[in-house]
């Protein structure tokens, strides 16, 4: 049986959930609270000296970082593919996947936290900033999918990279700019997916 040791809200964790579902394989979830430092107790370090979530233990094998996870199921679990075959295909899956992680994530964590912020300590120059550093990728992604159901034609690990934070878009209190028309498709077919519905987003 696969253990995910996860936190529900975590993005990187919710990826990887949508990967498990693609491939319809069972699991058990072990909660981490974060809240409370679980993933930095001696136990948790054992598997991943990072102390973060996700990590994922499948028999023997311990993987950590969601990156490194959904390649490795998608390696271990071929059917329904999340990955193009040709060398170029998989080079741009990895590319869109780390321009998330470092351009898309950051100023969504930053956009959440600062509205859950009370009111008077709300800083609204900075969740401007913020949520127009998430309308710039959008805006790129836009051309991305011009001629293109998904951001490299097939569903892949590239799409799922985005939906944990693109699902939430009106949550952040971003709305899609009406010239984004590749974009709303694009989120609507990612929203049809049973794998991204079963995060509950």
Known sequence: MIRLYDYPDCPFCQKVRV???EKDLEFERVH???RKNEQKTPEFL???PY???PVLIDEDVVVYDSTIINEYLNDEYPNSPLMPEDSAGRARVRLLEDFCD???IPPAGLVLAEMHRADAERDAEKLRRYQGELGRVLGRLEGLLE????LVGDFSLADVAFVPRVMILAQMGIELDARLQNVAAWIARLQERPS?????L
Do not use: T, Y
């Open 19 to 21: 990967v498990l579902a």
């Open 32 to 34: 981490i609270d974060l």
């Open 46 to 48: 054992k598997l991943n």
């Open 51 to 53: 102390g973060k979530v």
């Open 102 to 104: 470092n351009s898309f």
């Open 147 to 150: 001629g293109k159901p998904f």
């Open 196 to 200: 991204v519905r079963s995060l509950g």
